[in-house]
Nanobody, 127 residues
């Protein structure tokens, strides 16, 4: 069982930066691959970024490449999403998600494979 709590959302102007964090409970954090997803009003939840359980592999949606960085600190049971050059279209509720995996280097982009989700944190980018 993993419980996830996001923090760090807020309001930022276009072109600015914001970092969101996701703290996980339990001693099994190093056994889970992590992902960030987002959902804007009236839209489906979409993949943003993913990181393997070891942190050795990452993957980004095209919309996030070059602007967002996902990272994790297994000693702190935390995954981060650093967002730079933010745009109004990045406005959404951002969710972190976790899935247990036996594979150290695998990343997962589909939401259906994730078993655990945080409550989300709002990110608003003003123009």
């Amino acid at each position: 069982q993993v419980q996830l709590v996001e923090s760090g959302g807020g309001l930022v102007q276009a072109g600015g930066s914001l970092s969101v964090s996701c703290a996980a409970s339990g001693r099994t954090f190093s056994n889970v691959a992590m992902g960030w997803f987002r959902q804007a009003p009236g839209k489906e939840r979409e993949f943003v970024a993913a990181i393997s359980r070891s942190g050795s592999a990452t993957y980004y949606a095209d919309s996030a490449k070059g602007r967002f960085t996902i990272s994790r600190d297994n000693a702190k049971n935390t995954v981060y999403l650093q967002m730079n050059s933010l745009r109004p279209e990045d406005t959404a509720v951002y969710f972190c998600a976790a899935r247990f995996t036996d594979y150290y280097g695998n990343v997962y982009t589909g939401p259906t494979g994730y078993s655990y989700w945080g409550q989300g944190t709002q990110v608003t980018v003003s123009s």
